[in-house]
């Protein structure tokens, strides 16, 4: 049994506390809000992001961020991205040696570029006076709505690290015969797959929201998962990671899902809603808004053709319509679909 504690007490730090409960470890949930405490503490039920989802009365719910850290094995990082940066701030001087931290949001940074676990590494090691301090960084990630994690339905993720005992260790932390986990290596191909398949969703949202078709879901799909793999390869990442779990499996539930905040606000833009009147309808953060401007960023600085993403950029802040954007992908020059064959005559 491990001593665990989930920071952030949004849907899918809860869900993931019951998965930790169900296996037998010793759960604490933190929240920045004392009135979320308040209600998890009172009804058992996160009412407002995962209704109808009991959680056992011995799960602790605590707004203390020290106490929630001290003495315990696992610290899962559940914040949303934009708000990594200032928790693990927050975190740094609590975090003991040995203790490992799981990063289970997906973002990058718009102003440095830098994935979570990178922000989490820079932030924890910054505080400590050891120049030698042994952090151990693991993420987890795929395709795994917590609404779906919530109430026990089958569900399959990664667990990544540079160390293989600590992913091993992620691994048989949440196992169990509902919830399996693999493991994996490549840390970079996990988050950048699970970080640009959002702004990817965005664009299967708004041509649903367009009333198009399966046809262009499968497009918007298939290209998308083209534009995420030429850039991740390039940046180092592998194609197996990009064909995996954490590349098109998260992909596909995110386009595709009722429960996808990303696809939904793509709905509502693409209905004629403007990005922000979409963000304050879904009324959770849309992780695909702020990523789009950094996957972007990233295309220009690799130089790799991403122009489902730069379609995206425009439409959520040049005004562009979802409509214009999808016309003139469609009138873009005409080429192979893979440029790397070749042609027997």
């Known amino acids: 049994m491990a001593k665990t504690a ?25 929240s920045i809000m004392e009135d979320e405490v308040a209600m998890l503490r009172e009804k058992h039920e996160h009412i407002e992001k995962l209704p109808g989802v009991t959680l056992p009365k011995t799960m602790e719910f605590t707004s203390d961020l020290k106490e929630a850290i001290l003495g315990k094995d696992y610290l899962i990082l559940a914040v949303p991205s934009v708000f990594t940066r200032s928790t693990a701030k927050s975190m740094a001087p609590f975090v003991e040696e040995g203790q490992v931290i799981v990063c289970v949001a997906k973002g990058i940074e718009e102003h440095t570029l830098m994935t979570i676990s990178d922000i989490v590494e820079e932030e924890i090691l910054a505080a400590q006076n050891a120049p030698h301090f042994a952090l151990q960084v693991a993420v987890m990630c795929g395709p795994s709505h917590a609404e779906e994690v919530g109430a026990g339905l089958p569900t399959t993720v990664v667990a990544g690290a540079k160390k293989r005992a600590v992913a091993e260790g992620v691994q048989d932390l949440f196992i169990n015969e509902v919830f399996r986990v693999y493991t994996s290596p490549d840390v970079l191909g996990m988050e950048l797959g699970g970080s640009l398949k959002n702004v990817i969703a965005l664009a299967a949202g708004m041509a649903d929201g367009l009333g198009y078709g399966d046809n262009t879901k499968a497009a918007l799909i298939t290209r998308g998962m083209s534009e995420i793999s030429r850039l991740a390869i390039k ?42 009147q979409a963000m304050d309808e879904v009324k959770m953060v849309v992780e695909g808004v702020y990523s789009a401007k950094a996957a972007i960023a990233l295309a220009k600085k690799y130089e790799v053709d991403m122009p489902i993403i730069e379609a995206v950029n425009q439409v959520l802040f040049e005004d562009k319509s979802a409509k214009a954007a999808v016309r003139e992908l469609m009138a873009r020059d005409r080429r192979s679909e893979h440029g790397n064959l070749t042609w027997r005559e």
């Open 6 to 30: 989930v920071i952030g007490a949004g849907s899918w730090g809860t869900a993931l506390a019951l998965v930790l409960h169900k296996n037998g470890h010793e759960v604490t949930v933190w």
């Open 235 to 276: 940046m180092g990442a592998s194609s197996e990671t990009l064909s995996g779990l954490t590349g098109i499996g998260d992909l596909i539930v995110t386009c595709a899902s009722r429960h996808s905040r990303n696809r939904r606000a793509g709905v509502l833009i693409g209905q004629g809603y403007t990005m922000q």
